[in-house]
């Protein structure tokens, strides 16, 4: 399964647009990449997913780049209540036990 | 998502008791999951199903038990609870995990928070 990496926190402000980078050097060729978005005393919620390109819908953009070694969520005009924890998930899913949530990038977004 | 639901929201026992955990979906997806959330540690896998009588385990499995007996529910016991598992517990399910665009999501419940004492 391949690894990721993201960065541990990341602040903006309202209006704003933020991109958060995962890092997934290892990944492989049948490999997708899945993005969640976490509110505190919630669970996960499924944001968005995509092979490769930019796959865009009505909450954020995934640009994928050639190589497929990173990819980047793109949420635009940010307001208060995308203040969560963001996970990049890598993988091809066949097993469950590979679903492998990280720590995620913790969001904070100013008035 | 009103799809899945979990009960009960917070959960008080003592350290060697018995408790369940109750983890409903209505969506009837075929895999269901149990998750474990501590600080630092991020999400991790204690058990999963990928349909009703079919259990496996995951990263954290030690101390805890699973059923399935309907596709619905998935309920998660501790047998004698012990304080390394306070935590919080998230249940999920999802459609399949095939490939390519049938990698569907996993779907989340809000969570128990357990408190062992």
């Known amino acids: 399964l391949a690894k990721t990496t993201q960065p541990i926190s990341m602040d903006s402000y309202e209006g704003q647009e933020v991109n958060i980078t995962c890092s997934h050097n290892?990944?492989?060729?049948?490999?997708?990449i899945t993005w969640y978005q976490q509110f505190p005393s919630q669970g996960p919620r499924f944001i968005i997913q995509?092979?490769?390109t930019k796959v865009t819908n009505e909450v954020a953009s995934l640009f994928i780049p050639a190589d497929r070694k990173s990819s980047t969520l793109s949420l635009p005009r940010v307001s208060l209540s995308d203040t969560a924890v963001y996970y990049c998930?890598?993988?091809?899913?066949?097993?469950?036990?590979?679903?492998?949530f990280g720590s995620g990038t913790r969001l904070s977004i100013r008035p | 998502d009103a799809g899945i639901t979990q009960s009960p929201r917070y959960k008080i026992t003592e350290t060697g008791r018995q408790v369940t955990l109750m983890c409903h979906q209505t969506?009837?997806?075929?895999?269901m999951f149990w998750y474990r959330q501590d600080l630092g540690h991020g999400l991790r896998l204690i058990y999963y199903?990928?349909?009703?009588?079919?259990?496996d385990k995951g990263e954290v499995p030690d101390g805890y038990v699973v059923s399935r007996s309907k596709t619905e529910n998935f309920p998660l016991t501790l047998e004698s609870a012990t304080r390394s598992q306070t935590s919080v517990y998230f249940c999920?399910?999802?459609?399949?995990?095939?490939?390519?665009?049938?990698?569907?999501?996993?779907?989340f419940g809000n969570g128990t928070r357990l408190t062992v004492t």
């Open positions: 969506w009837s997806h075929s895999y």
């Open positions: 290892n990944i492989a060729t049948n490999d997708y």
């Open positions: 998930l890598v993988g091809v899913y066949s097993s469950a036990s590979k679903i492998i």
């Open positions: 199903s990928a349909a009703a009588d079919i259990t």
């Open positions: 999920a399910s999802s459609e399949s995990l095939g490939l390519g665009l049938d990698n569907s999501p996993l779907h």
């Open positions: 995509g092979y490769k």
